[in-house]
């Protein structure tokens, strides 16, 4: 029985001798060369070029701010447990008086990492956070020469005030409308 | 393996120069040497063009008119296995050994091939001087269309000679990391590189020269130019060739991949040999029936 029609039967005829000469097969497979010399090329001269990103890319993470600015994630620890690579530790910690400004909610964290080397952008986090705190972008996680420095801190996933970063453009996360 | 320039600089100026613990120090640093400096001589033997007249004097566009530049040419280029045999040995490294083993017994079996191909244009030119079987192929007579068997023998130990691909099988990557130069770096990796590039350049000057009339333009001689300017335009005709030959050992190595190394055997005893002879024999029997026997 065929589990599929993709199976091809094994010839072991002898090779006819235009094919023993291999001189008729090295024509051809030069001509095909020559013909993707001049055709339209797959690749691009990255980074002065960069290939435009599916909708449903999921890149580098990021920890969103509300509209006054403060931080919106409150260190319930739900992606940690959604997880499935274990990628993210963080350290909760108690919002003081007169920090309001900083912290939406009365916990947070005071520590998050992701380790973007264990991280399969799989975006189960984006979708456990009952806060919508932290996306996946359409950013990329560039490549570094220290494993350490795979570890993102707070410091790389806040999103800077100044500079909202835009979550829509990758279109809503599964399961959100 | 390697593909532009400007890497080669930076992998020879820029990295560090690093000799294994265990290796020959004296041949480990000897074999790029030879590799190169047999790579630059067989230069001189090819007649990059016709003379010069100027100021009152001739120059011959040719560094020295051996009457055995043939001759000369293939020992030179078979002296080339010592720099790879050598480099190989010197390393003290198994890979390296195998590349150089595989290189040395690859370069001397193409040779004969390539040697026997010669003999047939020796034969129809009755000269050893490059210059003058150059000479002889003025107006169109190209050896080309004389030998053409010949110039596909040639060609192919060409390739093998100068480990390219199909035959690249001293440096395969796969299987030997990088083959003999697997522990050479900086300079001395370039050194074996680049000798390897000035090879494919002097093997496309020779084919040129041998099977394509060298210098020589088709009917220029009809439009009545000034001596000089019909040199200087030969020169660049023998370049423009050079660069398609080298232009076709880039389109072959982006097209075939690598023969195994049976096949690569199989190919030069037992096709590329017997068929060089017989292109000899049948050279031998045209002659002699033009001669009237
Ligand atoms: S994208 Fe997936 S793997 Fe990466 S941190 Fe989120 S849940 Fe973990
Ligand atoms: S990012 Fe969301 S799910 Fe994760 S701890 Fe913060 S609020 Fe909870």
């Not at chain 1, 065929?2 to 024509?27: F, G, H, W």
């Not at chain 2, 560090?16 to 640093?29: G, M, Q, S």
Request: aromatic share 14%.
């Amino acid at each position: 029985m065929l589990l599929t029609n993709r199976s091809k039967v094994v010839s072991k005829k002898e090779m006819t001798l235009s094919e023993k000469l291999y001189l008729p097969a090295i024509a051809t497979g030069l001509g095909i060369t020559l013909k993707h010399f001049f055709q339209k090329k797959a690749t691009f001269s990255y980074p002065e070029v960069q290939r435009e990103f599916a909708p449903v890319f999921r890149g580098r993470h990021v920890l969103k701010r509300d509209d006054q600015g403060a931080e919106r994630c409150t260190a319930c620890g739900l992606c940690a447990v959604a997880c499935p690579a274990e990628a993210i530790t963080m350290i909760a910690a108690e919002r003081k008086r007169g920090e309001e400004h900083l912290y939406r909610e009365e916990k947070y964290a005071e520590k998050y990492e992701i380790n973007m080397l264990r991280c399969i952008f799989c975006g189960l986090c984006e979708e456990a956070c009952p806060k919508e705190a932290i996306f996946l972008t359409d950013r990329i996680t560039t490549a570094e020469y220290h494993r350490d420095t795979f570890i993102y801190g707070k410091d790389k996933l806040v999103e800077p005030i100044d500079q909202r970063v835009d979550v829509s453009l990758r279109g809503k996360p599964s399961g959100r409308d | 393996m390697v593909y532009c320039s400007p890497w080669l600089t930076e992998q020879s100026f820029f990295k560090e120069d690093f000799t294994p613990a265990h290796a020959d120090k004296f041949l480990f640093n000897l074999a790029p040497g030879i590799a190169m400096f047999v790579a630059l001589i067989t230069g001189a033997a090819i007649p990059w063009g016709g003379t010069l007249h100027l100021f009152g004097t001739d120059y011959a566009l040719q560094i020295a008119d051996l009457n055995i530049g043939i001759l000369y040419i293939s020992g030179v280029v078979s002296i080339g296995v010592y720099g790879i045999m050598l480099g190989g040995w010197a390393s003290n490294n198994k890979f390296a050994l195998l590349g150089a083993i595989r290189a040395s017994s690859q370069m001397i079996s193409y040779e004969i091939g390539m040697g026997i191909a010669i003999i047939a244009i020796v034969m129809m030119s009755g000269s050893l001087s490059l210059d003058e079987i150059v000479r002889q192929q003025a107006g169109f007579h190209w050896n080309i269309f004389y030998q053409p068997i010949g110039f596909l023998i040639f060609i192919t130990c060409a390739f093998a000679e100068c480990n390219r691909t199909p035959f690249d099988l001293p440096e395969c990557e796969q299987e030997l990391v990088g083959g003999y130069h697997t522990e050479y770096s900086s300079m001395k990796l370039g050194f074996f590189m680049f000798s390897e590039y000035v090879n494919m350049f002097i093997s496309s000057a020779l084919m040129a020269s041998l099977y394509f009339g060298g210098y020589n333009m088709p009917f220029i001689d009809q439009l009545g130019l000034p001596q000089n300017v019909l040199t200087l335009l030969g020169t660049a005709f023998l370049f423009a060739k050079i660069f398609f030959f080298i232009f076709f050992f880039m389109w072959i190595r982006w097209t075939i991949p690598r023969f195994r190394y049976d096949q690569l055997m199989h190919l030069g005893w037992k096709v590329l040999m017997p068929l060089a002879i017989v292109n000899m024999l049948l050279t031998g029997g045209a002659i002699l029936l033009k001669n009237g026997l």
